[in-house]
């Protein structure tokens, strides 16, 4: 690790004062992320900017229509709500099975969508549930967040302050986690919403994306056997010594048919 | 009643509350006043020329106290490190073991061999300096792969071996071994990898060198399972001096697999500046170096076939494999797949040619050793996973074939082709009790039950010979090996009673402060609280040969009981004096000495006691109460078993679940069951891990390791594990005073071939291991596609 200057701001004005005039500046929500990449001096951020004492960005509020998220809510506090249990299970679920008991404890979903690894659990819900992303600047729709391998929307500064889910009529998650780190090798988040059926599959290809043709099939009928014969292409899916495209390409089919078998259909 | 401590007991572990406290003293919490950090620049080239160095920058850089490169250790005539084994080739000539300086002098040869070393303040501060060194390199092509490593036209790696081959070796009766499959009704032929792996021992190497001025001795702390083998190696071979000036403590060490066997580069770095910086120097390995410079494991490619008659009985078996070395040889690394690998070939049965081939060949890898089971693992995998193939393209029960071609009971001691004579075993007997704990009878409503579920339900076998207790310095000495594989053991009562027992072997997880204090308090009849067990510091310990090959208990064990025995001698000696009796007529028993025929008595502490206080005492017998014993054993011990593993296979994903275990092992006579059992639980782990998750693999292209952390080199977590079955059958050792096999390495031995073996039944298809989802899921639809055609 490089050293770097500490501060731990206790207001969201404070601290987007602090990102505004520290252009090497770096956000530090759970660490999850940052401080590997820190430890293996990956990066060398001149500051951190510690937003874990923010109290606007903590917390949970479930109302029938929606489930909103503040950026520094932990993974635990998401998995462990019964609000949330109830309103979206898919939800819960889903904050359940990152990483492990440590991760969850301290990870927060504010920085895992800022960080939009192409392995990450989150990003399947925000997209699956179209959910809106809350920031010091705006709201920006699920549909134009993710923007490629470890890139979003965010500009320079940009501070994730909270994330809101529209409550669907069903929806189901499942993932098939990569043996060695547990991320997500290939996961597909299915929902049914007011606004119709979207299918979002992550760990697949450079950030999470929808499949329009599962979602036409389950437009059609809500079963898994609509998906049983669809196969999405191999091409432009990551490839690693874990999994190959073709492969990955026969997860989207697996785990999307599950995950409607799990959210009843 | 206290609960038993003796020979036969299941006693909890002494040093767990130490170790589950966080009260261990493990290497890395060892801090020596005025200490400073090493940090090691390392090549980022699997090939490369090395230009030049500049240190300019980094030596004007804050808290630095020394920046060392290879030349420096060469102009003070620091030796390489050494391979302590040679291996004859097929042509007389000794194997190739090019030079393997401390720290590369013109060429590095894999990604994380040492170009420089930084002395500095702070850990930190090292590592920005080396940041500031500029090495300009000349990359050169790599290769990693053990077979295209040995083709015409393949980077080279070392002038002194052509072709980049160590050795071609061979062992067995090629004659009668072709003989056999010229005759033969059935040949089965498999081609086979042995997947590289990491051993990843929990604590990662660390290592301090300080230099005392006023006594002229130098002292290595580090995280090693053979401090004395440490010492020998770094004063006969690469400083040159006398080892009264070198003390190695290893203290607490947080497991090793055989990792922290050899002797490696950066203990001797250390050791090397403390004098160069006047400071302690002190290294901590991080996890990143440990993928990059821990001795692998394994990395075979292997044809091997095996001739049957027509009733499936074993002709002859022949196997010829290309083993991969690395970059370099480590220290005990030829043996690993020449000795330890082709003379456990016959493994359980009475097949009566047996003919091997092994090229061990250099690559633009981290140096390969030995590996829980060394060597042995390997045999049985191929020979397990040979013999699962011809019953099934016999269409004979898998049981049935083994039991057709298991050695008899009656058949001990038993002369198999390969060199080693096994002493005792009951092969049957364990493989019966493995068939009745699985349920092998309820396997086929199992897997329909799994069928019913849309999952492929499997069962593998294998019935693993091991040859533990490494080894009779004879035997070993005549096939190559640089040092005598005894042990030592040094007990000294103390006055008032209590006893300290000083072993040359050296725990590292094996639970020796329970399991020889156990020993000792049933010899002795001493309470087991009032032994203590000393290990890993030469200047307290007598000079012994460590932790390894399953041989603490065989071998350090019967050390123990060497020096037990002295003691009970001497003891009879006083007691007869005490008793006005003569010495003939004293009999012993856990911890009394009698008159024979009599009531009249006297008992250990009251022995001991009179040693020290010799008021009324013998005139020709020495006072005191202490005795060392050393052991050499007559032969290996062979411990035998059979693992039953069954799996269920979901053909959509390629997801291995292990729904059962079953582990019979016959470890001879059995100290404390326990820790055996933890012993076969980890084991498996490995065994598991080995199969299905594990594997290191580099970039064929540019040499570069891609399973450099835990994101992408996958150990087994608990939730990838059965809950086993575990079970012992007893056939003692005949040879060693305890009757004890050794148990260390069994699981890691037998559950590949095993798993493997399950895998494939449930696939009806051979794969590779590890058994990826991936390669799983490939092989179901093949699976899917040939029953279609059919
Ligand atoms: C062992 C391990 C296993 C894991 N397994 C999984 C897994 O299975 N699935 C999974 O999804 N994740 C997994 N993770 C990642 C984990 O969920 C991280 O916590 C998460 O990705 C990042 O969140 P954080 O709060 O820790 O962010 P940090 O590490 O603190 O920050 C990450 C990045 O986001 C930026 N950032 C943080 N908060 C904000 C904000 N509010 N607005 C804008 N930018 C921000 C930071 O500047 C930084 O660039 C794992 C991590 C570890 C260490």
């Known amino acids: 690790m490089y050293a770097f200057n500490y501060h731990k701001p206790k207001t969201l004005a404070e601290a987007q004062a602090l990102i505004g005039k520290l252009p090497e500046g770096k956000l530090l929500a759970g660490g999850h992320t940052l401080i590997p990449t820190l430890k293996q001096r990956l990066a060398q951020p001149s500051d951190l900017i510690d937003i874990g004492g923010i109290a606007e960005l903590k917390g949970l509020t479930v109302t029938a229509s929606a489930v909103t998220i503040g950026a520094g809510t932990r993974h635990d506090e998401v998995a462990r709500s019964a609000e949330v249990k109830k309103a979206i299970p898919a939800l819960a679920l889903l904050a359940s099975g990152i990483g492990d008991r440590q991760v969850r404890a301290r990870g927060t979903i504010g920085g895992s969508l800022a960080n939009s690894d192409p392995a990450a659990d989150y990003p399947g819900a925000v997209l699956g549930l179209g959910a809106t992303v809350h920031t010091t600047k705006r709201t920006i729709k699920a549909d134009d967040f993710f923007k490629g391998m470890f890139e979003t929307a965010l500009d320079e500064g940009e501070i994730i302050t909270k994330v809101e889910f529209p409550v669907p009529k069903r929806a189901g998650y499942m993932k098939f986690a990569n043996p060695a780190s547990r991320y997500v090798m290939v996961g597909s988040f299915v929902a049914e919403t007011a606004g119709g059926i979207r299918v979002a599959i992550n760990g697949a290809g450079p950030c999470a994306f929808r499949w329009a043709e599962a979602e036409k099939a389950l437009a059609a009928k809500f079963a898994a056997a609509s998906v049983e014969g669809l196969k999405h292409k191999a091409d432009g899916l990551n490839s690693d010594i874990h999994a190959s495209a073709e492969y990955r390409a026969h997860l989207i089919t697996v785990m999307t048919k599950r995950a409607v078998a799990q959210a009843g259909g | ?790």
Request: glycine share 10%; proline share 6%; with cysteine.
């Open chain 2, 1 to 790: 009643m206290n609960a038993p401590t003796g020979i036969g007991a299941s006693v909890r572990r002494k040093e767990d509350y130490r170790f589950i406290t966080g009260q261990g003293t493990y290497t890395d919490d060892i801090n020596r006043p005025g200490q400073a950090y090493a940090y090691f620049l390392r090549s980022p080239h699997a090939h490369a020329k090395i230009k030049s160095i500049d240190i300019s920058a980094a030596k004007s850089s804050p808290g630095v106290l020394g920046i060392f490169t290879g030349a420096d250790l060469a102009a003070d005539k620091v030796g390489g490190l050494i391979c302590g084994w040679t291996v004859t080739g097929k042509d007389g000539t000794p194997h190739k073991a090019p030079p393997h300086p401390v720290i590369a002098l013109d060429t590095v040869r894999c990604v994380g061999d040492q170009v420089a070393l930084v002395v500095a303040e702070t850990r930190e501060q090292a590592r920005d300096a080396a940041e500031k060194i500029n090495v300009d390199y000349q990359a050169l092509p790599a290769v990693v792969d053990p077979a295209a490593t040995l083709k015409s036209g393949a980077p080279q790696l070392h002038a002194e071996a052509p072709g980049n081959l160590c050795y071609d070796w061979d062992f067995g009766d090629k004659a009668a071994t072709e003989a056999a499959f010229s005759k033969a009704a059935h040949t089965v032929k498999l081609d086979l990898v042995n997947n590289r792996l990491s051993p990843n021992a929990m604590e990662p190497r660390v290592a301090i060198g300080e230099y005392d001025r006023a006594t002229d001795t130098l002292t290595c702390y580090s995280t090693s399972q053979n401090p004395h083998v440490l010492r020998l190696i770094m004063c006969a071979f690469i400083f040159g001096m006398p080892e009264h000036k070198m003390r190695v403590v290893a203290p607490d060490v947080g497991g090793g697999f055989g990792s922290k066997i050899f002797c490696y580069a950066e203990e001797v770095a250390c050791v090397w500046a403390t004098r160069k910086v006047g400071r302690p120097v002190k290294w901590t390995s991080d996890r990143t170096e440990a993928f990059l410079t821990d001795a692998h494991g394994r990395d075979h490619v292997t044809h091997a076939e095996l001739a049957l008659d027509k009733d499936g009985k074993f002709l002859a078996l022949k196997c010829s494999t290309i083993a991969n070395m690395g970059a370099y040889l480590s220290t005990f690394a030829s043996s690993v797949p020449s000795y330890l690998y082709a003379l456990l070939l016959a493994g359980q049965y009475t097949t009566p040619a047996i003919y091997a081939e092994v090229k061990a060949v250099f690559t633009n890898t981290t140096p390969v050793d030995a590996y829980r089971g060394a060597g042995r693992p390997e045999a049985t995998y191929v020979v397990e996973r040979l013999v699962e193939l011809a019953a099934r393209q016999l269409k004979m029960d898998p049981v049935e074939i083994r039991k057709k071609n298991f050695i008899p009971p009656n058949a001990f001691p038993y002369q198999t082709p390969v060199a080693v004579a096994y002493d005792s075993g009951q092969y049957a007997l364990s493989m019966d009790e493995a068939l009745k704990l699985v349920d092998y009878k309820g396997f086929a409503a199992r897997r329909a039950a799994s069928e019913a579920k849309g999952k492929l339900r499997g069962i593998g076998f294998a019935a693993y010979i091991e040859a533990c207790g490494i080894a009779p310095s004879s035997v070993v000495g005549s096939l190559g090996a640089g040092v005598g594989l005894w042990e030592s053991a040094s007990i000294r009562f103390n006055p008032t009673g209590s006893v300290s027992v000083f072993t040359g072997s050296h725990s590292h997880g094996q639970g020796h402060e329970t399991t020889f204090a156990q020993v000792v308090s049933d010899k002795m009849g001493v309470p087991i609280d009032q032994v203590e067990i000393v290990h890993g510091d030469t200047q307290r310990v007598p000079m012994g040969m460590g932790t390894y090959g399953s041989r603490s208990l065989a071998v350090g064990g019967s050390a123990i009981v060497r020096a037990c025995d002295k003691l009970i001698a001497k003891g009879k000696k006083i007691a007869a004096h005490l008793l006005e009796a003569a010495v003939e007529d004293i009999e012993y028993d856990k911890g009394t000495f009698k008159v024979a025929g009599t009531d009249k008595s006297v008992n250990m502490q009251q022995v001991c006691f009179t040693a020290y206080v010799p008021h009324k005492y013998p005139a020709d017998l020495e006072p005191g109460f202490e005795e060392n014993g050393f052991y050499d054993p007559s032969n290996f011990t062979y411990p035998a078993g059979t693992h039953i593993a069954e799996v269920e296979v979901d053909p959509g994903t390629g997801h291995v679940t292990v729904a059962k275990w079953v582990a019979v092992d016959d470890f001879g006579k059995v100290v404390n069951p326990m820790i055996v059992e933890g012993q076969v639980h980890g084991g498996v782990a490995q065994g598991v891990g080995q199969a299905l998750l594990e594997q290191v693999i580099y970039d064929k292209q540019s040499g570069q390791l891609l399973t450099g952390s835990m994101m992408d080199y996958c150990l087994p977590r608990a939730e990838d594990l059965p809950s086993y079955t575990v079970a012992t059958t007893e056939t003692p050792c005949p040879h060693n005073p305890l009757g004890v096999k050794g148990c260390g390495e069994a699981g890691a031995i037998a559950a590949p071939a095993a798993l493997m073996n399950a895998i494939t039944d449930a696939l009806g298809v051979e794969i590779d291991m590890p058994a990826t989802p991936e390669k799983v899921w490939r092989a179901a639809q093949t699976r899917v596609t040939r029953q279609a055609a059919e």
